[in-house]
């Protein structure tokens, strides 16, 4: 890339250089403006993303303070809504999750048992941040962060630039340093969940550790089938299309034998091919099944691995798990219905054809954490007796509440299961338990498929 780029530079007349980096800087800072300008931006993410009107000031004023002064805001943010036994509980349920993954992983036929205990190693190594870093629970260390930002309340303008300037301070100091791994590269107060390739790391911040993800006092289905499925996908992103490519230490390395990274490539490629024939209905577009696989490959392994572990806790302590007041679902039931339900919403049409042409996400209705069940889970007795379809409901669904999508792969029957969401959702979560049978759906009633070597749901 930095050849490519040196190269480029070499060949772009000086202007133009100049023109691109005050455009980028004008476009970075636009937000700081007054209303003029607020306006100007406004037309051009309408043309963009369809948007039809701006965040109000103040959204923009505590994106500002959180994206800048993050570890300031997190302070506040987890002494109100956070504390240390959220935090011990996630890191008990992420080590639950990593257990789960090796187990999966010792199951897999198809990886060589080099790669298998390389792999084991890598999950091993994983550094975890969770919540908070402890340090800014302290004053004092806070204070020092920030002691050389000025702020004046009548400057707003200048005032974010002398954060960016404090910003860039700090980051040339780590020039010529040793990697510090330890770093937390995100603010506390974020809804968000990532993993790290150059340091092996997953990091939870405590914004995303709320509800619906995740409360300390929620029924374990709800928690499993939140950020369980969260801690589990970001753990997959270690050894995704990019995350395989890096060892324990986060450094680029080739430790897959040839024979494993074969086999990968035709699974990835089922993925691929899956993924590429979903069309988005509201703006006829298919999803870029090589741009977003990394994502499928991590949805496909969080949804199992957090199922898989809220199994082992059920088998444990099923005894000890709530239900939810005026809902009839036992705790599978509720774990799937969690799953599906910190994944809807609404995307307009012009960003949804942005997000299909640059996004490495598919669209949240279509994959937001597939549940791939395989049949051995399925025909567990145990499961299909202590569930029961809601009152009313037949086990011969309407055809359009559900269509199917069948991928072919080696060896493999695959058939997948759309159900509509919300209503027939519900539908869905009692089925996918129930039997060890795919759904098939034709215009007057449902065929039972019981040769079906994987079968997947997902609701819509």
């Known amino acids: ?227 369980g499925v969260v801690i589990g996908h970001e753990i997959t992103h270690g050894f995704d299309d990019k995350g395989r490519l890096f060892d324990r230490n986060g450094n680029l390395h080739r430790w897959w034998r040839d024979e494993a990274v074969a086999q990968f490539h035709e699974k990835a490629q089922c993925i691929i091919d899956q993924y590429g024939k979903y069309v988005v209905d509201e703006v006829g577009i298919q999803i870029d099944g090589i741009n977003t696989q990394g994502e499928n490959i991590a949805d496909n392994g969080g949804i199992k691995q957090a199922f898989r572990s809220y199994q082992k806790w059920s088998n444990s302590f099923g005894d000890k798990d709530e239900t939810l007041p005026g809902l009839n679902y036992t705790g599978m039931q509720l774990f799937f219905l969690n799953f599906a339900q910190v994944w809807c919403g609404e995307t307009r049409p012009a960003a949804s054809r942005n997000k299909l042409k640059t996004a490495v996400h598919s669209p949240g209705k279509y994959s937001p954490y597939v549940f791939q069940g395989y049949r051995d889970a399925l025909e567990q007795r145990r499961i299909r007796q202590g569930l029961q379809l809601p009152a009313g409901v037949s086990d011969e669904p309407r055809q359009e509440m559900y269509r199917v999508v069948k991928c072919t792969a080696p060896n493999q029957h695959h058939v997948l299961v759309v159900a509509s969401c919300p209503t027939e959702y519900t539908r869905f979560a009692n089925f996918c338990q129930t039997a060890d049978f795919s759904l098939i759906s034709d215009r007057r009633h449902t065929t039972l498929l019981s040769k079906a070597e994987k079968i997947e749901f997902i609701y819509k």
């Open 1 to 227: 890339y930095l050849e490519d780029l040196v190269s480029l530079l070499g060949k772009t007349e000086p202007k133009t250089i100049s023109n691109y980096l005050l455009w980028r800087f004008v476009r970075h800072r636009v937000n700081n403006l007054d209303d003029r300008f607020q306006e100007a931006k406004q037309k051009f993410y309408y043309i963009l993303f369809g948007r039809e009107e701006s965040p109000p000031r103040w959204k923009n004023c505590i994106a500002q303070v959180n994206g800048n002064m993050g570890m300031a805001v997190g302070a506040m943010f987890v002494r109100k809504y956070f504390d240390e036994y959220s935090k011990n509980d996630t890191l008990i349920m992420t080590r639950e999750i990593q257990q789960s993954f090796r187990e999966i992983l010792e199951e897999t036929t198809w990886i060589d048992k080099d790669t298998k205990r390389l792999a084991r190693d890598k999950v091993d190594a994983m550094a975890l941040r969770i919540g908070y870093p402890d340090s800014i629970l302290d004053k004092s260390e806070l204070d020092d962060r920030y002691k050389d930002v000025a702020i004046d309340p009548n400057l707003y303008f200048e005032n974010t630039l002398n954060i960016l300037r404090h910003l860039t301070r700090v980051e040339q100091s780590h020039l010529g340093t040793p990697v510090n791994k330890s770093i937390w590269n995100t603010a506390p107060a974020v809804v968000n969940a990532y993993y790290s390739r150059n340091k092996n790391q997953i990091m939870f911040p405590a914004g995303i550790l709320q509800p619906p993800f995740y409360h300390r006092y929620f029924p374990k289905s709800l928690n499993y089938g939140g950020i």
